[in-house]
Nanobody, 119 residues
Framework: QVQFVESGGGLMQPGGSLRLSCAAS????????MAWYRQAPGKQRELVAT???????NYANSVKGRFTISRDNGKNTMYLQMNSLKPEDTAVYYC?????????????WGQGTQVTVSS
């Protein structure tokens, strides 16, 4: 069963903004630490941003100050606001629980949403 459905990606010029959405099933969003991940062609999956059930957030250094993770428990939806986009942000973006690398391999992933930043 698909647990996460990502949306909101697209093509954007450098310096532009996008807001990604993640629809999560059940009570996962309010019960677990959540995260956004991304994977660019030829590169390993990387952790982009995290948010705890209490609302504490953390970010990869590469996106700190530009991206904001948030959630709406009532809507079972998590968001990633992406500002000042750079070409190196180009990747497929996925949402999931915050997982160890080993758990990431075993996890169920949604389809992801493609973000392309190009002039």
């Amino acid at each position: 069963q698909v647990q996460f459905v990502e949306s909101g990606g697209g093509l954007m010029q450098p310096g532009g903004s996008l807001r990604l959405s993640c629809a999560a099933s059940g009570s996962i969003l309010r019960s677990y630490h959540m995260a956004w991940y991304r994977q660019a062609p030829g590169k390993q999956r990387e952790l982009v941003a995290t948010i705890t059930s209490g609302g504490t957030t953390n970010y990869a250094n590469s996106v700190k100050g530009r991206f904001t993770i948030s959630r709406d428990n009532g809507k079972n939806t998590m968001y990633l606001q992406m500002n000042s986009l750079k070409p190196e942000d180009t990747a497929v973006y996925y949402c999931n629980m915050l997982l160890s690398e080993a758990a990431q391999i075993r996890a169920s992933w949604g389809q992801g949403t493609q973000v392309t930043v190009s002039s």
